[in-house]
């Protein structure tokens, strides 16, 4: 069973002007080393589709979906918010991320790939239902998880956020939805000042300080994340991955390693092997320094693929 990677053209177009950590080469930063160490011939290679407005309609405000469309500039630059903006080719850019969700679901459903990985920005866990913050538009995990259990029916899905900030989008559509486990670790008191204290059964956020290293990380994804995991038994598992945790990353001030991202992914293998038929959906979120954002995102691939 091969692994799917999912990506797109259309997300290296969207840009939010010169020196914005967000920026086109990461993606390039991850193929380059994909193709590097000769993986990425190995992987079952997908363009993204453009995500409908039925699919973004589950997770989001249809009227936030419309003015977001309306916000789209002809030139130059929109400015969501004091991070984030739009260029003329964001749209389609952040259609084409969250429609990388909705095929990585169905490949991954049909048994043709056993897991996916979705290489597409804009990243998406902090868009909340009707806002748009932290370089993210559209919640493109969240309209992944929204198509699962609206086309296959599926009762129980975990999602796995390892970013260094806190998913607060993902959250907030979630929250009361009883389908859906979130497991999240991320560096606390820090942007974007959520999480800390709004953990319930399903909600497992665990905040972590600044200098977190990779010893007190994998105590708490050994400690918290995974008895809720077997607690839950996921019928399939979603990863929102950042690798802005890294200790090479001057996003925030974890001390994270290649080998930290690939043994939490294992981690995850693991639950997804015993509850879920292997099924993971994997997403990119953060990750800045683009030498370690490359090697970090390897290391992750090269663990969903087995290779």
């Given at each position: 069973m091969q692994t799917a990677y999912i990506s797109h053209p259309d997300c290296l177009?969207?840009?939010?002007?010169?020196?914005h950590p967000e920026c086109p080469a990461r993606l390039g930063a991850i193929t380059d080393q994909l193709i590097a160490t000769g993986l990425l011939p190995y992987l079952q290679q997908h363009d993204a589709p453009l995500a409908t407005i039925e699919q973004l309609a589950r997770v989001h405000q249809r009227a936030y979906i419309e003015s977001i469309h309306m916000a789209?500039?002809?030139?130059?630059?929109?400015q969501i918010d004091p991070d984030t903006a739009m260029n003329p080719h964001t749209w389609k850019a952040a259609l084409r991320a969250a429609?990388?969700?909705?095929?990585?679901?169905?490949?991954?459903?049909?048994?043709?790939?056993?897991?996916?990985?979705?290489a597409v920005r804009p990243p998406g866990h902090h868009a909340e239902s009707a806002r748009a913050m932290g370089f993210c538009i559209f919640n493109n995990v969240a309209v992944g998880v929204a198509h699962a259990t609206a086309k296959y029916g599926l009762q129980r899905i975990a999602i796995a956020d390892f970013d260094v900030h806190h998913g607060n989008g993902t959250e907030q559509i979630f929250r009361d939805d009883a389908r859906v486990m979130l497991c999240s670790t991320f560096?606390?008191?820090?942007?974007?000042?959520?999480?800390?204290?709004?953990?319930?059964?399903?909600?497992?956020?665990?905040?972590?300080?600044?200098?977190?290293?990779?010893?007190a990380f994998r105590a708490a994804v050994s400690e918290h994340w995974l008895p809720a995991l077997e607690?839950?038994?996921p019928e399939m598992l979603f990863v929102?991955?950042?690798?802005?945790?890294?200790?090479?990353?001057?996003?925030?001030?974890?001390?994270?390693?290649?080998?930290?991202?690939?043994?939490?992914?294992?981690?995850i293998k693991e639950v997804a092997g015993k509850y879920a038929s292997g099924r993971i959906v994997?997403?990119?979120?953060?990750?800045?320094?683009?030498?370690?954002?490359?090697?970090?995102?390897?290391?992750?691939?090269?663990?969903?693929?087995?290779?």
């Open positions: 177009l969207h840009d939010m002007g010169a020196g789209a500039p002809q030139q130059g630059l929109f429609g990388a969700a909705v095929l990585a679901v169905d490949l991954v459903m049909a048994g043709k790939v056993e897991n996916a990985f979705c560096q606390h008191p820090y942007y974007p000042y959520r999480g800390a204290d709004s953990s319930n059964e399903r909600i497992v956020n665990v905040p972590l300080p600044a200098g977190t290293d990779g010893t607690n839950f038994k929102s991955a950042g690798f802005d945790g890294h200790r090479d990353d001057d996003m925030a001030q974890f001390n994270l390693l290649e080998t930290d991202y690939a043994w939490v992914t294992r981690q994997s997403l990119l979120e953060g990750g800045y320094e683009l030498h370690a954002l490359g090697r970090s995102a390897l290391a992750h691939i090269r663990e969903l693929s087995g290779l």
